[in-house]
């Protein structure tokens, strides 16, 4: 069983671009969490989806930053227009069931140059 | 608001010594909390967890103290060995998904 799979490994984008972050959740998951961790800083809770439906997406930025977890396919989290303050390591978690124990991908670095 | 946080950012230790890293959060409502240990350039991975309802877990070599009257939680590491090199975080689970995470310790294991 795979864990949690994240795609790109490393992103490297111009300001004003847009950045597009890949997370396919473990086997029979339907539970996804997002997470931005900034340099020797702990991870900070963005957004949580279910299939289709965003359920709490309460630490994610107003603008630029959207979430999605279509009925297939992965988890897409979009960030446009980015910024330098973008840059960070960006985390997806993945559970079976709400209340359970999340397990988190190797994570995607981003940096805005 | 909620807040946890780690006392010391950085432990050094010796191999084969006892490890302990100290944590202390502010929501006294909290009831779930875990450690992760995040190597470097990798994901957060779950080391042990423990409920409100109890006041000591232990596992595979770490033990997880919870005093809930202080709001201090600890991570005890018996026999600290090289690959317990990391930084290690301790998280509060609020709504039953939400981690809230504190800053993070580094460890640092000295041969």
């Known amino acids: 069983n795979a864990g949690v799979m994240q795609n790109p490994r490393h992103l490297v984008r111009r300001r004003g671009q847009e950045a597009r972050l890949r997370c396919s959740p473990m086997?029979?998951?339907?539970?996804v969490y997002w997470y931005r961790q900034l340099p020797e800083e702990g991870l900070k809770f963005m957004v949580y989806?279910?299939?289709?439906?965003?359920?709490?997406e309460s630490g994610m930025p107003k603008e630029r930053f959207s979430a999605e977890f279509p009925k297939e396919g992965p988890s897409i989290l979009r960030i446009q227009q980015v910024v330098r303050g973008d840059s960070a390591a960006y985390f997806c978690?993945?559970?079976?069931?709400?209340?359970?124990?999340?397990?988190f991908g190797q994570g995607t670095r981003l940096t805005v140059v | 608001g909620e807040s946890v946080g780690l006392h010391l950012p950085t432990l050094s230790v010796q191999e084969g010594d006892n490890s302990i890293i100290n944590c202390a959060y502010s929501n006294s409502a909290s009831d779930y909390f875990i450690w992760y240990k995040q190597e470097s350039g990798k994901g957060p991975q779950f080391i042990i967890d423990?409920?409100?309802?109890?006041d000591k877990r232990q596992g595979q070599r770490v033990t997880v103290l919870l005093n809930k009257t202080v709001k201090h939680l600890s991570l005890q590491i018996a026999a600290t060995q090289p690959g317990d090199s990391a930084v290690y975080f301790c998280?509060?689970?609020?709504?039953?998904?939400?981690?809230?995470f504190g800053a993070g310790t580094t460890v640092t294991v000295r041969a």
């Open positions: 998280a509060e689970n609020s709504n039953d998904y939400k981690l809230s």
């Open positions: 086997k029979g998951h339907s539970h």
């Open positions: 978690a993945s559970s079976p069931i709400r209340e359970s124990e999340a397990f």
């Open positions: 989806l279910q299939k289709e439906n965003i359920i709490d």
């Open positions: 423990i409920r409100s309802n109890m």
